[in-house]
């Protein structure tokens, strides 16, 4: 069992970057594949990217690739996603997520058994 805390989120305008955290507890967060979803009002959670256990591998969703990056400090059992370059559309709640120790990455989110409780960004025009 894993519990996962995110921080980060605020106001911000267009333009500006957002560095987000998620601390896990437990001693088993280096056997977990972590992922960042996001979800806006009225439509469905959104994969942006994924990390494998190690941080060696990243997959990103096409809408936020080359400005959003994922990673994590194992020894600190913290996963980060730095977003530079917010649009408006980036306002969303976001979480992160952990996949259970030996399953694979995902942007399906039913495949992830742990969340936190979400940091909403919100991008101001």
């Known amino acids: 069992q894993v519990q996962l805390v995110e921080s980060g989120g605020g106001l911000v305008q267009a333009g500006d970057s957002l560095r987000l955290s998620c601390v896990a507890s437990?001693?088993?967060?280096?056997?977990?594949?972590m992922a960042w979803f996001r979800q806006a009002p009225g439509k469905e959670r959104e994969f942006l990217a994924a990390?494998?256990?190690?941080?060696?591998?990243?997959y990103y969703a096409d809408s936020v690739k080359g400005r959003f990056t994922i990673s994590r400090v194992n020894a600190k059992n913290t996963a980060y996603l730095q977003m530079n370059s917010l649009k408006p559309e980036d306002t969303a709640v976001y979480y992160c997520?952990?996949?259970?120790?030996?399953?694979?990455?995902?942007?399906?989110?039913?495949?992830?058994?742990?969340w936190g409780q979400g940091t909403q960004v919100t991008v101001s025009s």
């Open positions: 990390i494998g256990q190690s941080g060696a591998n990243t």
């Open positions: 437990g001693r088993t967060f280096n056997s977990h594949n």
């Open positions: 997520a952990a996949a259970p120790p030996g399953r694979t990455w995902s942007p399906r989110s039913r495949l992830y058994d742990y």
